[in-house]
């Protein structure tokens, strides 16, 4: 599991800025930790098109963006959703289904160090702030 995130860290897939108008882009970052980073998404027809991130940060936020921007694309948002709620829950502590996580269960054990969770999930929430952009519910 510890080399997932190191190699998610040293090799982070997904990353890329665009300034094209049909991505919706979200700013994160925390007050607790170094990470600064911006999701881009394009949905289309209820369905995570793309999605890249860029920025800079520590290596449990980087190696989680990445390995969420994998897990996620060609999701429908519902099915997204679904994903994102299960890491929710195992960061949380909380039992949940390993098969929806796939490479994303490297952070089971980050709820034991829980200033990390932050870290862990600052990628996950600024999706989960893009979809409801894209309802029209607003960011924020």
């Known amino acids: 599991m510890k080399q997932i995130i190191t190699d998610n860290y040293q090799y982070p897939r997904g990353v890329k800025e665009t300034d094209d108008p049909s991505f919706l882009t979200v700013h994160m970052d925390s007050a607790s930790c170094i990470d600064d980073i911006y999701v881009q ?67 089971a054990n980050v709820n034991r160090q829980p200033a990390r969770i932050t870290c862990a999930d600052i990628g996950w929430r600024g999706l989960e702030k893009i979809f409801r952009k894209a309802a029209g519910e607003g960011a924020e």
């Not at 099915?79 to 994303?104: H, N, R, S, T």
Request: net charge negative; charged share 25%; with cysteine.
């Open 41 to 107: 998404a394009k949905i289309e027809d209820g369905r995570v098109a793309e999605v890249y991130w860029h920025g800079s940060g520590c290596a449990i936020s980087m190696a989680s963006v990445s390995i969420m921007t994998q897990i996620i694309k060609g999701k429908t948002v519902g099915e997204a959703e679904a994903i994102m709620g299960e890491f929710k829950k195992m960061l949380d502590g909380k039992p949940y289904d390993p098969a929806m996580l796939g490479e994303a269960e490297a952070f």
